[in-house]
């Protein structure tokens, strides 16, 4: 069965400071999907990751993938307060079509 | 339409009545999964459909889970005898043909309430 799991489950980040979610999973997959998900809110798509050293990025926010790590990193570059939310990455498990199996999530709360 | 339509926003419903959530997908959009959010922030799968077809139903609770997509209809959860522990966000999300790569787009959501 496909676990995955994301750390730390929640950050508290300064303005301006850099910062990293990990998120790990147990077996081979086909893709990696990156959302955030605002309070009493849907999830909102921000990347999917395809293939081995796939590497996204947009404005502040990049991702990356390793398979043969089955790793992939959220890197928040200058964090800023309309950054915070919950972030989830979510995988799909070889052979499955498209089924994401979610991790637990990362909140992210950005201070001044 | 361009976004994954969700009704009602909110449902209650005492322990042991019928609760029926509905999906409407984004025009075009042949794949369409649900997936329960309980209060921890876990998502759970539940099932998805090619067009009216259940193409795959690993997570459904099958005693008192039951769902369709007819066509021309929107598509339907429905929950036969609630429990507390269904209380939870149910989300449905489209995919279109390209179920390789595409990205799956979420609705708003129905938050049940079990009393």
């Known amino acids: 069965e496909l676990k995955v799991e994301q750390n730390p489950l929640f950050l508290s980040m300064q303005e301006g400071k850099n910062y990293t979610i990990y998120c790990n999973y147990s077996?081979?997959?086909?893709?990696l999907y990156w959302y955030r998900q605002d309070p009493g809110k849907s999830l909102e798509s921000l990347f999917v990751?395809?293939?081995?050293?796939a590497v996204k990025q947009e404005g502040r926010l990049m991702a990356s993938l390793d398979t043969k790590a089955r790793l992939s990193t959220l890197h928040i570059t200058a964090a800023v307060h309309d950054l915070s939310a919950t972030y989830f990455c979510?995988?799909?498990?070889?052979?499955?079509?498209?089924?994401?199996?979610f991790g637990t999530g990362t909140r992210l709360q950005v201070t001044l | 339409g361009e976004e994954v339509a969700q009704t009602p926003k909110h449902l209650v419903r005492g322990e042991g009545q019928k609760a029926k959530l509905y999906c409407a997908p984004i025009?075009?959009?042949?794949?369409v999964f649900w997936y329960q959010q309980v209060l921890k922030n876990e998502f759970k799968f539940l099932i998805s459909?090619?067009?009216?077809?259940?193409?795959?139903e690993t997570g459904m609770p099958k005693e008192r889970f039951s769902a369709k997509c007819l066509p021309n209809s929107p598509c339907s959860l429905e929950i036969q005898a609630t429990k507390l522990e269904d209380s939870a966000v149910y989300f449905c999300?489209?995919?279109?043909?390209?179920?390789?790569?595409?990205?799956?787009?979420f609705g708003p959501g129905t938050r049940l309430t079990v009393l």
């Open positions: 979510a995988v799909v498990e070889t052979g499955t079509a498209s089924k994401l199996t």
């Open positions: 077996t081979t997959s086909d893709r």
């Open positions: 990751l395809l293939s081995n050293g």
């Open positions: 025009k075009g959009h042949s794949y």
């Open positions: 459909f090619q067009n009216e077809n259940v193409f795959d």
């Open positions: 999300a489209s995919i279109g043909a390209g179920i390789g790569t595409d990205t799956q787009y």
